[in-house]
C-alpha cells in the first residue's frame, strides 16, 4: 500500500506482534497491508489521515497502473531507495526510468562526502 507522509520528519508507525514497527519517511512509502492494518487502528494514525499529515492512495499500488506523468510525480516525492530500484526493474517506460534514475542519483550522496553515520 502507498503512503505519502507530508510532515517533514519520520513518522513511526507501530506494528503487532506479527509485524514489525515501520518508519515512514517523508514523500512516499511502501507499507505492506499488515501492517496498515494495525497501524491505522491508532488514535494518532488516524488524527493524521484526518490532518492530512498521512495520506492513503488504495487506487495505485504500483507505475504500472499510472500514466507517465502520474508515475513520475511520484518518483519525485519517494526518497525510499529500495523503493525506486523496484520501480526502476518493474518499469520500462523510458520517461519514467529516467525519473528514477534522477531521483536515485538526487538521494545518494556524492562519493567520499559523509552520511552523517559514525563507524
Do not use: C, Y
Not at 507499507?31 to 495505485?60: C, F, N, Q, T, Y
Not at 526493474?89 to 531521483?103: F, G, L, N, Y
Request: without cysteine; hydrophobic residues 45%; glycine residues 6%.
Amino acid at each position: 500500500m502507498i503512503i505519502e507522509n507530508t510532515a517533514a520528519r519520520v513518522i513511526s508507525i507501530g506494528g503487532s506482534a506479527q509485524t514489525k514497527d515501520v518508519d515512514l519517511m517523508p514523500g512516499v512509502n511502501d507499507v505492506s497491508d499488515a501492517v496498515w492494518k494495525v497501524a491505522v487502528k491508532h488514535p494518532a494514525i488516524a488524527g493524521m489521515l484526518k490532518d492530512g499529515v498521512l495520506r492513503v492512495d488504495e487506487s495505485k499500488a504500483d507505475l504500472a497502473e499510472m500514466t507517465a506523468a502520474e508515475a513520475i510525480k511520484l518518483v519525485a516525492k519517494t526518497f525510499d531507495r529500495a523503493l525506486l530500484e523496484l520501480w526502476g526493474e518493474m518499469d520500462k517506460r523510458t520517461s519514467v526510468v529516467s525519473a528514477i534514475q534522477d531521483q536515485l542519483k538526487a538521494i545518494t550522496p556524492p562519493s567520499g562526502e559523509s552520511t552523517g553515520a559514525q563507524s
